[in-house]
């Protein structure tokens, strides 16, 4: 019968009690865990196995030099290791993509400049942690108990577990990521509501005008706002406005620019265009960043006199058609609304008599694309509002929302697009 020596049954010994400590990681990792809860077990069980004081796990995507250390008997969340230690062995797997092994790290040249004396570190074993799809961080045990340090059976040990345990802490990151959209997405669809909810509802209709508007955001929230309520027993307010930017921020700068314009027409029912654009101004540049501003424009529309008052502050051009088709730009104001302070605003005037109509929209009608890139542009627009003149201001909205579409022929929408119809009864 064939004898087996000390030394094979030792490496036999060796070799069943490192299958026993990878099934206990296997067996202690589930699909639920998150990755801080799958790095810890695999740090603990890692630290059982080699008897090491010291463990830490690096993920190379970290925007920020982090790990998670663990003593034997405590969990420490601070990584109790100079940055720069961090990043060097970070740096070196990476370059490297193989197993450092240092039980002399004060004399390897490797890693000049750091004092690891001076921070307690007698040795290192690190490894890389190995996904699908290639490295994705550093395993690292810092200071055997044994006083000839690390072995070549930890070696061994720590690659295997670097390159199984790689895998599952990828998957986890994903559900991380998944789980993270699906509360971004549900966040988003709250904070469209809530933007909705700002934008007035239905139209505005008396005897003697019908306005209608829309917003359809290109993302799930946008930076267009517009707004139509009676100011009084004769006086219609109108705004439209383009808030810079895209997504949340924009969004959040128009609901805050909705609300303020409201708030300061409804306080002072006799607050002029021009007070009212110079007061959204001053706002404006106290409490938004230099890189946001907004394109607007202002109008008041008396049904007795059938004038009409307004700021053009950089938006693009509304137009009042006639009932032949005939139209006129509205340019008169000024400048952005939140980039120069003490801006000065001029009003224009201009008359909507019976079956006339007046369009005010955002660049996002004009500047609408198909798929060669191609714009809709002022010429287009200008031609269907003329030709559709005798429209009502519903059949407007829902003729140029269908062109609007049918011109893109399945490109995404690139920008918000927003427009106001008000027509003269």
Sequence with gaps: MPTISEDDLNRLRGSV????????IAIAIN???????????????????????????FLIEDSVPSAVTFERAAI???????IHLNESLKGWITANKQILLMNRPDSDSRFNGIDFAKHGIRSILAAPL??????????????KEASDGFSEDDQRFLGIVGTQTGKVIEIAQLHERELQLQILEKEMRVARTIQTNYLPQGELRTQKVWVVGMSEPAREVGGDFYDMFEVDDR??????GDVSGKGIPAALMASGCQAVIRALVRRDHNMS???????????LLETTQPEQFVTLFLAIYDTATRRLQYINAGHVPPAVFTSAGKHCRLTTGGPLIGVVAE????????????????????????????????????????ELLSLGCSRQPDEVKTHLLKTLTDFRHGAPQSDDITFLVLRAL
């Design 17 to 24: 009690n490192e299958l026993s400590a990878l099934n206990e």
């Design 235 to 240: 006086r219609i307010f109108l705004s439209v």
């Design 343 to 382: 801006t000065v605003y001029e009003s224009g005037e201009c008359q909507i008599e019976p079956r006339e109509t007046l369009f005010v929209c955002s660049d996002g009608v004009t500047e609408n694309r198909d798929a060669d890139d191609t714009e809709f542009g002022e010429g287009r627009l200008c």
């Design 76 to 82: 420490d969340t601070t990584s109790g290791l100079p």
């Design 130 to 143: 190995v996904s699908r799809h290639g490295l994705i961080g550093v395993l690292a045990l810092f200071n």
């Design 273 to 283: 265009l021009v007070q009212l654009a110079q007061a959204l101004n001053v706002q």
């Design 31 to 57: 699909s639920t865990m998150s990755v801080q809860q799958i790095t810890k077990v695999i740090l603990n069980h890692c630290l059982q196995r080699v008897k090491a004081s010291q463990g830490a796990v």
